[in-house]
C-alpha cells in the first residue's frame, strides 16, 4: 500500500509542553513553518501540571555564576558545565521574553517579581506565576500565541509511531494514523518517563515514548537510571494521591514531621537528600506517609495546592497532610549538545526528553523549566540551519515505538528500580517485557556506584574516579560509564546565539 501523502514544512516539533510550545514559537518568530503534533489538546502536557517556577539570577545581587555554583553542587559531580552556564546566563532573558509574550509574573507590592525560595538554591530566584500554578499559567499563554501564529501547523490528538530517516538523517516523521510528515529536523519535546513507576507525580502519558522515538532510529541515551523522586507527594488521600506539593511550599515555611512529630530533616536540602531521608524514616517507622505542616504558610501564596487539596477533604490550613516520595523527573534522555542536536543529523531534543548533562546526578529545584524554554530556543535556532538537499530519496520509516506500559512493569519499576535499587532486583527488572524498563534497568546496573537520584544499596558509596562520566547507550550496546567533558562541545558553541 502506497504511503500517505506527506505534508512539508521547514521544521516539525513534538509535544507541546513548554520545551515544544516554546521551541515551535521561536522557529515561527523566525519565519519559519512549522508543524507542532501534540498527542493531547494543547494546555494539557505534563508542564502544566509543574508548580514549581522558572529558576534565574533576577534578583538584585544574585548572578549567573551563583546560579551556576547552585547547580554544580546539586549534581553531585556530574554536571557538564557547559551545558549549566548556558542556562544560567540565558534563564534572565527568557524569562523577560516570556512577559512580553504576556506571561504574567507573581510581583510583590512594588511591581517587582515576587522570587521564591526553594532546595538547593542559596538565594530567591524562582519566578513564579499564579503561586504554584506556574505550569498553568504559562502553558495557558504559549498555547494561545502558538494557535494565534498563523506559520504553526498544529495537529492535535496524534501520536509519532516512528521518524523518518534518509541515509542515516532524520527527515521527519510517520503519526500512527499513518500521516507523514516532512521537514529538514524534528524536534522532540515529548516529555519524560516519570510515569513508568507506579507512585508518580507524572500524568499517564509520560512513559518515555520520545526516548523509544529516539533510540530506534539509532539516537544515543544518557542517565536513564538518574530519576529523581519527588519528596512530598501526597499519598493516602482520595482522588490526589501523587499530587505535588511544591517545594516552594517549603521554602514558605512548611515543615516536615514524621508519626512522633518530629522535624528529621533539612526541609530546604536538595531533593535527592530530603526525599532518601523520607524513606528512611518510614522504613523506620512501618509508617506510609511523613506529615508536611503547612499550616504558617499563608494559603493566598498556593491557591492551587489548597483548593485541590481541600476539594479532596483535607484542609491543609488546618491538618496536616501525608506525603511520600513519589517518581517525578529524569535526568536522563536523548543524549544532546548545547543546541539540543542529538547523535542523529537532523534530529534534536529538548526538555526532560533530552540529556545535555545539565542536571548531573540531581537537577536543583525549578531549572528544569529554565531548561525548557533555554535549550527549546537554542534547538529551534540550530534546527533551522539545517538544509536538506532538493533531491533527496524518499525517507523510510523506523520501527514504530512501543505503547505505555502495563501496570505489572510499573509496579516492578518501583519494586527494583525505585528509591534504591540493587543488582539482583535491576537484574530481574532486565527481563521486563517493555524495552524502555529493561534500558533503564540496564543503565542502573551500568552505574556501580550511590549518586544523587541513583541510589544503590549493594553499593552505597560514591566513586569519586567516576565524577563527571554519563552512562551512554548506543543501540544494540551495552550502556558505559563515559566522561563528558566541555571540550567536546567546543566546536559546536563557536556560533553564539544572541539573547532575544
Known sequence: M????????????????????????????????????????????????????????LAEGDTPERHLRDTLQAGRG??????????????????RDLEALGVRFDADRHGQL???????????????????????????????????????????????????????????????????LLAPAVVLATGGAAAMWSRTTNPPGSYGSGLLLAHAAGAVLADLEMMQFHPTAVIGVPGRDGFLISEAVRGEGATLHDASGERFVDELAPRDEVARAIALRLRETGERSVWLDMRAVDPGRFPNVVLALREAGLDPRAELVPVAPASHYGMGGVQADLDGRSTVAGLYAVGECACTGLHGANRL???????????????????????????RPEPQPGAPVSGPPSWATRAAMWARAGLERDEQGL????????????LIAASALARRESRGAHRRSDRPETDRALDGHHTVLRPGREPVPEPWTDALEADRTATAQPAA
Open 2 to 57: 502506497a504511503p500517505a501523502p506527506a505534508n512539508k514544512s521547514d521544521l516539525i516539533v513534538v509535544g507541546a509542553g513548554a520545551a515544544g510550545l516554546y521551541a515551535a514559537h521561536c522557529a515561527a518568530r523566525e519565519g519559519a513553518r512549522v508543524t507542532l503534533v501534540s498527542a493531547r489538546p494543547l494546555a494539557e502536557s505534563a508542564s502544566y501540571w509543574a508548580q514549581g517556577g522558572i529558576a534565574a539570577a
Open 78 to 95: 556530574t554536571v557538564r558545565e557547559s551545558a549549566a552556564r548556558v542556562l544560567c546566563e540565558d534563564a534572565p532573558a527568557r524569562v
Open 114 to 180: 515576587a522570587l521564591g525560595l526553594e532546595g538547593g538554591h542559596s538565594t530567591r530566584r524562582v519566578a513564579h506565576a499564579g503561586g504554584s500554578a506556574t505550569g498553568r499559567r504559562v502553558l495557558r499563554q504559549l498555547s494561545a500565541v502558538v494557535a494565534g501564529e498563523p506559520a504553526i501547523a498544529v495537529l492535535e490528538g496524534r501520536r509519532a509511531e516512528s521518524l523518518l530517516a534518509d541515509a542515516g538523517r532524520c527527515a521527519g516523521l510517520v503519526c500512527e494514523d499513518g500521516r507523514r
Open 365 to 391: 529545584a525549578s531549572n528544569s523549566l529554565s531548561e525548557c524554554f533555554v535549550f527549546g530556543r537554542r534547538a529551534a535556532l540550530a534546527a533551522l540551519r539545517e538544509r536538506a538537499d532538493q533531491d
Open 427 to 438: 537484574r530481574e527488572l532486565g527481563g521486563d517485557p517493555h524495552p524502555l524498563a529493561r
